[in-house]
């Protein structure tokens, strides 16, 4: 494999593992009644991050509570609410 070829097999590695998510939002705290600043609803029960680009690091929710925006790889094997649901778990790819 020649390094246009890694790097298209990458990208496209990269998009199926971003299209596995249902954009639930759980992982960004919709469950628990006060997620994330930057969720933001874009149709019944589907949510976006407004600064996905620059997600990481110190956020806050909309009650003004700091959190810390990690990869999703981060937190799958802690307790949060909705992690059943999360299709990183269902289909157990973590990569
Ligand atoms: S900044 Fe992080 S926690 Fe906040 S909505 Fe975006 S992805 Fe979710
Ligand atoms: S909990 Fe999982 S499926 Fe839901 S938005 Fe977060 S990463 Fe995507």
Redesign the pocket.
Known sequence: MDDLDYIKYKDKKILEHENLCKRC?A???VQDKD?????KAFESNK?F????EN??GL?KTVSGQE?T?VPIRNILHKTWWGRSACSYIKYGDIS
């Open positions: 939002g992982c960004c705290g997620p994330c600043e930057h969720l949510y991050c407004d600064i996905y997600r990481f956020r959190i925006c």
